[in-house]
């Protein structure tokens, strides 16, 4: 069935834009109306994006970006599923409550896609089936999920997991995010103040030190020339700096690059620790979720393999996987993986012969989320009087480096 995008006036004057399915334009016009809203245009979209427009899509920079910025965010998805959860909850059809559902969504894009999902159940569909159409937005985990729902007659149940799993997520990153804006707008201030003191203010101050026929001390002579550098080559220091993240970007997009920057990160001194703990949580929760809902062990393996977001986790679960394929347990099979922390094996271990495998995997999540969460909180703490100690002895050898010929010349006059 055809989707339009319209843009229309209320019953009282005032305007208003979504989208509505409908057999052709006509049908979408007596539609609004029937709803009391009075189209002013109308125009029919795309379900999904082609093969040709993806092509078009990677040639044009100005679409790709265009793309990007109307990509369906996470926090969209959980909210969507939380919504019709409660709908389904509430003894709502499935096809209701997605109908529901499409104009409280504010993308303008998921309101497109939720659309094409209901007309494909409608026609015959499965709710599965028609998320896997959109794999781009909805994960394997969410299909999978889903897919199980339906089969046991569950579907409000795991929709209601889903938006917890979702949600729980979600606010991880975002406290970890906000955890680190501070550090880092911090960093950029700094690094700002520093090229505008040294490429326009030093300059000026130290120019009356060039006619000066004595010999200048040595941090002054470094601050003479570390500032000409700067202020003479700073569109140098741009396009290298630039070089290098962009030939590092797609040094890591190869697959030696990927498996060489996941490496690097997990034998960081404090940060790889943080990241094994934070992608074992992530592998956990998720692993715990697909088993409550009644996805089977080798399953579930398969969908977690890339949750985690590390090459090296992803190949030790597919080990992992291969071990519980020939019948053994699923905390010896990870003991053998060097990569996941100790306590995570002993906690699946007591799960495994207490039959509450699900809850000490969300129990082992819970605690690496707490471990992360507080160690990030005490580095952001102690990055903040440690970038102020730097920004201080820099400029502390700033006005030292200024202020020494000064005084040499007060000593000669004298």
């Known amino acids: 069935m055809p989707v339009f995008e319209y843009a229309a006036l209320t019953k009282k004057g005032k305007k ?10 006509s049908g979408a016009r ?4 029937d709803s009391e809203i009075y189209p002013i245009s109308l125009k029919e979209l795309s379900g999904s994006v082609s093969k040709g427009e993806k092509r078009t899509v990677t040639l044009d920079i100005g679409r790709r970006l265009a793309r990007r910025l109307s990509r369906v965010k996470p926090s969209d998805i ?3 599923t939380r919504q019709l959860s409660t709908l389904l909850w509430a003894g709502l059809p499935l096809v209701s409550a997605l109908e529901s559902l499409i104009p409280q969504t504010r993308s303008t894009r998921f309101k497109k896609i ?14 599965a089936q028609s998320l896997s159409m959109y794999s781009g937005v909805f994960s394997a985990l969410y299909i999978n999920m889903i897919r199980a729902g339906e089969t046991a007659g569950t579907l409000e149940i795991v929709l209601e997991r889903l938006a917890d799993l979702m949600e729980k997520q979600n606010a ?6 906000g955890a680190l804006y501070y550090p880092v707008f911090m960093a ?48 140098l220091f741009m396009i ?18 990927r498996y060489s920057f996941d490496k690097m990160k997990l034998s960081l001194p404090i940060a790889g620790n943080m990241i094994k703990k934070l992608s074992a949580s992530r592998f956990f929760r998720t692993l715990a979720s697909l088993l409550d809902n009644g996805v089977s062990m080798l399953k579930a393996l398969e969908i977690v393999k890339n949750i985690a977001g590390n090459v090296l986790f992803a190949d030790a679960l597919e080990n992992v996987a291969e071990e519980v394929g020939k019948g053994r347990g699923l905390a010896e099979s990870i003991s053998e993986q060097n990569i996941f922390p100790a306590l995570s094996v002993q906690m699946i271990q007591v799960g495994e012969q207490s039959g509450e495998l699900e809850a000490m995997l969300s129990k082992v999540a819970e605690i690496y989320e707490k471990e992360v969460e507080n160690a990030i909180t005490g580095m952001t703490s102690l990055l903040e009087p440690v970038m102020i100690l ?13 202020a020494l010929p000064i005084i040499e010349m007060n000593q000669i006059q004298m």
Not at 16 to 25: E, L, Q, R, S, Y
Not at 240 to 257: V, W
């Open 188 to 235: 950029a201030v700094g690094s700002l103040v520093l090229f505008a003191l040294m490429g326009y203010v030093v300059p000026k101050i130290t120019s009356i030190f060039t006619d000066l026929s004595q010999t200048l001390p040595l941090p002054t002579i470094f601050l003479i020339a570390a500032s000409g550098f700067i202020k003479g080559y700073w569109w």
């Open 78 to 80: 959980a909210v969507m």
């Open 172 to 177: 991880l990153a975002s406290r970890i995010k």
């Open 390 to 402: 730097f920004m201080a002895v820099i400029i502390g050898f700033i006005v030292v480096a200024i």
């Open 240 to 257: 290298l700096t630039g070089g290098l993240a962009y030939g590092a970007r797609l040094f890591i997009h190869t697959k030696k690059g």
């Open 30 to 33: 007596q539609k609004l109306r």
């Open 114 to 127: 939720l659309a094409q999902v209901k007309n494909a159940i409608v026609e015959g569909s499965g709710f």
């Open 16 to 25: 208003k834009t979504g989208i509505i399915d409908a057999d052709g334009a």
